[in-house]
């Protein structure tokens, strides 16, 4: 067997060890935690009685540390790991973990809420052929980030919902992977117009999320981004003059998202559907744009009116 999922909230470090040895030629692994359960277990708050006293839960925590540790040491083949909610997790554990994992191609640790940049560049560092990291919801953003080297291997990277992201922790870590090609920044609510400098020193991003960047307004796009081919602005602020220079610099886009883009008017989407000539699908939500522009503009622009 080379795939194995189950549920990490009712595993003991005895069943990881079984599964190390039954298993060892597993290539993807899934150990998702239901962070929800835990809670549910150790929920004291209005004397309500909990399954597990605070010791059992710590106890319990670092046997599960413990477990995954003889896990992965002992499979060494895997290419695919999903660790999310794993919120016992912290850099230490990433970085011992990492060691046995230079097969690594995926990893996910969405919600391990202590990891910080110090788990992403250890992972890098020890596993040459991860290309693509999910770290949202976790404490990047709030450390310093200090040079680390240049890691080519990495293609996508997910640090969505990090609040403490600001504009110069992106354009500093953006350093460290030139070949990204997806970057996906949903719900950082700090960063702004340094995703700007982002695209202009790194040509090979294709696929853009800002979904819900608050501070996201008038991006001051005045270069050429011929790459970018998936541009998601919904929940933003930006207006019709960044979809203007979106336009004229963004050529090659493909897919276009501007759900409830309130400053956005019906002259800003005409233009970048009659300009953006590539564009397949554009996503407007129930954005009330008042528009005299029908089904049959987009078709005839080769554009697909998505909701």
Known sequence: MTSLTCSINFLKKNDLLLIADCFPLLIELNLELDYHFLERQSNFRNGTHSLLSQSQLVNNQNDLINGIHSLLSKCRCIHHLNLRGTFFLNDTHVAEFSLFLGDLVSINLNHCSMLTASALF??????????????????????????????????????GKNYCLRDEKIIMLASFFPNLQLLDLNTCTKISKGICQVLRRYDKIKHLNLAECSSVKQLEINFEIPQLEV?????????????????????????????????????????????????????????????DLSREFFLRHGCLLCW
Request: with cysteine; aromatic share 6%; hydrophobic share 35%.
């Open 231 to 291: 541009l998601n602005l919904s929940y933003t602020n930006v207006d019709d003059e960044t979809l203007y220079a979106i336009s004229r610099n963004c050529w090659g886009l493909l897919k276009l998202l501007l759900r409830k883009c309130k400053r956005v008017t019906k002259k800003g989407v005409k233009h970048v559907v009659e300009n953006c000539t590539q564009l397949i699908e554009i996503y407007l939500g129930d954005l009330d744009l008042d528009l």
């Open 122 to 159: 250890s992972l890098v560092r020890n596993c040459p052929s991860l290309s693509e990291i999910k770290m949202e919801n976790t404490a990047i953003g709030k450390e310093s980030v200090e040079n680390s080297g240049v890691y080519p291997q990495l293609k996508s990277l997910f640090l």
